[in-house]
């Protein structure tokens, strides 16, 4: 008889040593990305030479390695996912598991610049529900958050997501004297449109020219601050990672609030990601990693790369090293969130 993963197609289960089950994998496509928030990557960015990316074909191998070992929630992620030339065949192919019940859920995280045109193809290959990162309405501090981007257009395809039958979370990072005035307005905006939305702290990746020290609000604050206008109900939905979610009464919709620097959760963590150069890192607050691209580009056998993915997981690091460096420091992790994905 066949065991209940053989026959939803997955071959064994993945199960670090401290007994964590991981089944939800971020790739990041590219870490190209037509945006340049100023937590993120600012202006001197290097991107990864192209010799270097896999090729669409080699993410779709990884992927399927991943779902026959148990991953069950894929999102696609990048820099930004939605620039790399050939996204929507391979986000087609990779449908293709969702049609077939060895995944449950095909997503994607997009800073929105290209939703309206590729909204309905979304819907099409597979997908339900999307988050878009957007950390204002103000099209001024969007321009000084981003450097370049349009707000406008973002909405623009936000809307279209909307209508093609896409739910829409919205991440917003919380940047203190930035944006910290506007999460009221955030949340009756999403509240109007049925958006769910997270808020997220900032989070000391790699070298963005400058500290992001004072950019750093704890969201315990600003949870305290918004009680007093609000009323936050309990909630019990969970994504297996570090956010916490009430129910804003007054507009029906989750808020979340996304706490990597305040709190730890990382006994409860679920997922790993790859880079769009084939690097497994089992832990986003780590600079250890396991390089599949050897393996992916030569004459391994699919059982060879799932052992090799099978022993990364195993070693997943029981937690991140994620702190602010109160002197004002550089980050302790030299790799910026385009590479990993967030
Ligand atoms: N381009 C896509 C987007 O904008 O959603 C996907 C990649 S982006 C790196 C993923 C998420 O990471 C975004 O919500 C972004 O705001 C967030 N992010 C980037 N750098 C961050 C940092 N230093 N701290 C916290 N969040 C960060």
Known sequence: MLAASQMTGHLRDMIDLLGRRITYLRFSVTDRCDL?????????????????????????????AFIRLGVRKLRLTGGEPLVRRGIMG???????????????????????TQ??????????????????SLDTLSPATFRRITARGDLGRIIDGILAARQAGLAVKINMVALNGIND?????????????GF???LIETMPLGDVGGTRTHLYLPLDEVRRRLQTRWT??????????????????????????I???????????????????????????????????????????????????????????????????????????ERTMNRTGG
């Open 259 to 333: 706490t990597p620097m305040s709190h730890e959760f990382c006994a409860g963590c679920n997922r790993v990601r790859v880079t769009s150069d084939g690097r497994l890192y089992p832990c986003l607050g780590r600079e250890q990693a396991v390089d599949l691209r050897p393996l992916i580009r030569g004459q391994e056998s699919d059982r060879h790369l799932e052992d090799h993915i099978a022993a990364a997981i195993a070693a997943k690091p029981p937690g991140h090293l994620f702190t602010f460096d109160p002197q004002g420091g550089g980050p302790i992790l």
């Open 90 to 112: 391979l986000l087609e192919n990779l449908g293709r598991h969702v049609a077939a019940g060895a995944l449950d859920e095909l997503t994607l995280t997009t800073n929105g």
């Open 232 to 257: 936050l109900l309990p909630c019990d939905y969970r994504s297996g990672g570090p956010a916490r979610y009430v129910t804003v009464a007054e507009t029906g919709r989750r808020l979340g609030f």
């Open 181 to 193: 005035g506007e999460i009221d307005g955030m949340i009756r905006w999403c509240g109007g449109l």
């Open 115 to 132: 939703l309206a045109r590729f909204a309905d193809g979304l819907r099409a290959a597979g997908m339900r529900r999307i988050n878009v």
């Open 36 to 64: 340049r928030c100023l937590y993120c990557l600012g202006d001197e960015v290097e991107f990864l030479p192209k010799p270097q990316t896999l090729n669409l074909e080699e993410i779709d191998r990884l992927c399927a």
């Open 196 to 198: 769910d939305l997270s």
